[in-house]
């Protein structure tokens, strides 16, 4: 008979914004009898959406887990959203999981993010199966749904075809068993006919799946050629071995919202996917295997940090070997400090129980105000170290400038963001040294938005949310020589530094260069890096528009000095003086920063999408097509996309995404340049 461990699941639902996953995993729970109702059905909320900003949107923007039991086995689910702006730190929670359910929507299918979404999936090594969700929709097709799959790569393999009678989904047709199961009141079912019209349908399915199943396995196929057919067994065993291997994807239906399906769901969560134990060993950084053995030396690894308005922090951790309970003491491997693990809690949604039980590998659990622990981070046994190494976070795609709406209140705004950053580790938080702005770096405008909303919540500080100073870039063309001569007597000791420099521009890129030519002592050697400073001082705060100036070459030739008055304050001042007298004579030109955009999109968006690109001023360098999804790469300018996330999302009907990062700098059209210049000038009251 099979260990507790042994049965034991531990998924994530994975899929785009909207296919119904915080649905799906309600409708699993309430059948597991984990919960009493179905807010999804009843009145719209959700137990693992609990966050006001997740209430008012109706859409999740942080992880959730949960925690239920199905034949006396427990399992554990995590949720990830599906919009992009809060799927950043999807690799870290992917490796608190043994498996994904892969969610998709029966009236849209295939979307763009939906591929690169299995891909990550993929590249975590879980095996899946699929769940074609909403077949209650009028517009709800599983045959588009189904086909799309071969744009993921996807062998599909298809357990139950819907069945409907006009516009209302009422069973399945068991596509393995040749059966039809009906769906009653509160997620029950019970056996029927399949409808003649669908015959031949489950028939070609049926056949399709078989042999995906033989294929599989080498033993399988072999006794199919022989036998000509397999038995249920095998083809139960044969799928399971597929799933678990990656080669197969098992392929479910249901309707979340309808509470239908979910049973059969349930049963093949354990029939089919792995548990711990199934998974392939961990390799720490240093290339150290660890099996997921119960009675290994224990590690844990922190998948997740969110706040608690009761508990404070809570570190979500995922058991990789070991048993632990709670009151125990872990090595954190980053700080090289110890852990004391106070009482363990298992989670649903924002509702904790304590965990009474140890616990073992694929477990999660959550744990109260561990001192220095954060995302990402391995606890272990002191004495048998194990760190699994973390993911890479993907570039934050935009920034925005924070303000207080009262003045003088601007480290309460910092403080209070910066508290932010312990449970969401794909913001980015800092100032911008040459306006002085405190800068939020996040994955979309949503992102940032909705983060500021839960900051001004929580810590009762209101912050005013503006776009950022495009970093723009000044440079020089051409070469001249210019004098600067700083002389100032007040009585005492006075000011004396004189210098002659040689300014040139030089290739974009090439950043800036000082030189010192300097011959027979006509400036002293302590203060020729005064005139450097000097320089790069006025260079950062700009010419035309208080940009900093790049790209240009500083030659030093000559000057004079006085014994008594010269000092390097003096030097620096001249320096300076030199800079913008060069500045006045070589006529600087404005550089705007372009940005490589990369865009997905459904192929029916692909011109309004590139006609919207070349309005901005953007260069489409090519474009590829696969599977109903195009992927279009483009230089623009950033100042054109600082809000392009509500643009896209208008004429992809919310289907399209986009990565974006900084590329390189060119000069900027007169209208664009004269506009920042303009702008400039009024900020500084015409000065």
């Known amino acids: 008979m099979p260990t507790p461990l042994e049965m034991q699941r531990t998924f994530a639902l994975v899929g785009t914004g909207g296919c119904g996953k915080t649905s799906l995993a309600e409708m699993l729970l309430f059948n597991a009898g984990a919960l009493t109702r179905m807010g999804a059905i009843e009145d719209g909320t959700t137990c693992l959406d609990y966050e006001p900003e997740e209430v008012r949107r109706r859409g999740s923007v942080q992880p959730a887990c949960a925690t239920y039991t199905w034949n006396k086995n427990r399992h554990f689910l995590l949720d990830i959203p599906g919009d992009g702006n809060f799927t950043g730190d999807m690799e870290f929670l992917l490796k608190g999981v043994d498996s994904a359910i892969f969610v998709l929507d029966a009236v849209d299918g295939v979307r763009p993010l939906t591929k690169k979404f299995w891909s990550m999936v993929r590249m975590a090594g879980l095996p899946a199966m699929m769940v074609i969700n909403k077949l209650d929709r009028d517009r709800a097709d599983f045959n588009m749904a189904y086909d799309g799959l071969s744009a993921l790569g996807v062998k599909p393999v298809a357990l139950h075809l819907p069945i409907r009678q006009g516009d209302a989904f009422t069973g399945v047709a068991d596509v393995l068993a040749g059966k039809a199961w009906m769906f009653g009141d509160n997620g029950s079912v019970s056996e029927g006919e399949i409808p003649a019209e669908l015959l031949d349908d489950v028939q070609l399915l049926h056949d399709v799946t078989v042999e995906n199943i033989a294929e599989s396995d080498e033993a399988l196929m072999e006794k199919y050629l022989e036998e000509g057919s397999l038995s249920l067994e095998d083809l139960q065993t044969g799928l399971r071995k597929g799933v678990l291997n990656g080669d197969l994807v098992?392929?479910?239906?249901?309707?979340?919202?309808?509470?239908?399906?979910?049973?059969?769901?349930?049963?093949?969560?354990?029939?089919?996917?792995?548990?711990?134990?199934?998974?392939?060993?961990?390799?720490?950084?240093?290339?150290?295997?660890?099996?997921?053995?119960?009675?290994?030396?224990?590690?844990?690894?922190?998948?997740?940090?969110?706040?608690?308005?009761?508990?404070?922090?809570?570190?979500?951790?995922?058991?990789?070997?070991?048993?632990?309970?709670?009151?125990?003491?872990?090595?954190?491997?980053?700080?090289?400090?110890?852990?004391?693990?106070?009482?363990?809690?298992?989670?649903?949604?924002?509702?904790?129980?304590?965990?009474?039980?140890?616990?073992?590998?694929?477990?999660?659990?959550?744990?109260?105000?561990?001192?220095?622990?954060?995302?990402?981070?391995?606890?272990?046994?002191?004495?048998?170290?194990?760190?699994?190494?973390?993911?890479?976070?993907?570039?934050?795609?935009?920034?925005?400038?924070?303000?207080?709406?009262?003045?003088?209140?601007?480290?309460?705004?910092?403080?209070?963001?910066?508290?932010?950053?312990?449970?969401?580790?794909?913001?980015?938080?800092?100032?911008?040294?040459?306006?002085?702005?405190?800068?939020?770096?996040?994955?979309?405008?949503?992102?940032?938005?909705?983060?500021?909303?839960?900051?001004?919540?929580?810590?009762?500080?209101?912050?005013?949310?503006?776009?950022?100073?495009?970093?723009?870039?000044?440079?020089?063309?051409?070469?001249?020589?210019?004098?600067?001569?700083?002389?100032?007597?007040?009585?005492?000791?006075?000011?004396?530094?004189?210098?002659?420099?040689?300014?040139?521009?030089?290739?974009?890129?090439?950043?800036?260069?000082?030189?010192?030519?300097?011959?027979?002592?006509?400036?002293?050697?302590?203060?020729?890096?005064?005139?450097?400073?000097?320089?790069?001082?006025?260079?950062?705060?700009?010419?035309?528009?208080?940009?900093?100036?790049?790209?240009?070459?500083?030659?030093?030739?000559?000057?004079?000095?006085?014994?008594?008055?010269?000092?390097e304050m003096a030097f620096k001042v001249a320096g300076s003086l030199a800079f913008k007298k060069a500045m006045e004579t070589l006529k600087p030109v404005l550089l705007e920063p372009i940005v490589l955009l990369t865009v997905s999109i459904p192929d029916e968006s692909m011109g309004d999408v590139i006609g919207d690109l070349s309005s901005r001023r953007g260069k489409v360098l090519g474009s590829d097509s696969q599977g109903g999804i195009t992927e279009i790469k483009a230089h623009v300018p950033m100042s054109e996309v600082l809000r392009y996330a509500p643009d896209l999302r208008s004429m992809t009907g919310g289907q399209g995404f986009f990565t974006m990062e900084f590329d390189h700098y060119e000069e900027a059209p007169q209208p664009v340049a004269d506009k920042v210049i303009a702008e400039h000038q009024a900020a500084r009251g015409g000065e």
């Open 250 to 567: 098992p392929v479910l239906v249901c309707s979340a919202l309808e509470n239908k399906g979910g049973r059969a769901i349930l049963e093949a969560v354990e029939a089919l996917l792995p548990s711990a134990l199934d998974r392939p060993p961990l390799v720490d950084a240093n290339g150290v295997e660890r099996a997921a053995d119960p009675d290994a030396p224990v590690a844990c690894f922190v998948f997740k940090t969110l706040a608690d308005p009761f508990a404070g922090q809570l570190s979500i951790l995922r058991v990789l070997s070991g048993t632990i309970s709670g009151d125990v003491s872990l090595r954190n491997m980053r700080s090289e400090e110890n852990e004391r693990l106070g009482s363990l809690l298992y989670l649903t949604g924002k509702t904790q129980s304590p965990c009474k039980e140890a616990v073992g590998p694929g477990a999660i659990v959550a744990v109260a105000k561990l001192k220095n622990t954060r995302t990402g981070d391995s606890l272990c046994d002191e004495k048998q170290p194990f760190a699994l190494k973390a993911p890479a976070l993907p570039p934050q795609l935009i920034t925005y400038a924070l303000a207080p709406k009262e003045k003088g209140e601007e480290d309460k705004v910092y403080a209070a963001i910066q508290r932010l950053l312990d449970e969401d580790i794909t913001l980015k938080l800092g100032r911008d040294e040459e306006s002085g702005d405190i800068l939020l770096a996040g994955m979309g405008q949503l992102h940032i938005e909705l983060s500021v909303e839960k900051a001004k919540r929580r810590f009762k500080i209101d912050i005013v949310l503006k776009t950022p100073k495009v970093p723009y870039r000044e440079t020089v063309r051409g070469k001249c020589q210019v004098q600067g001569r700083h002389k100032k007597q007040s009585g005492g000791r006075g000011q004396f530094g004189d210098c002659w420099i040689e300014m040139e521009g030089l290739p974009r890129g090439s950043g800036y260069v000082f030189e010192d030519a300097i011959v027979g002592g006509v400036i002293p050697r302590q203060y020729i890096p005064a005139i450097d400073k000097g320089v790069q001082e006025a260079a950062a705060r700009g010419f035309l528009a208080g940009c900093q100036v790049v790209d240009f070459r500083v030659k030093v030739y000559d000057g004079s000095y006085h014994t008594v008055d010269s000092s």
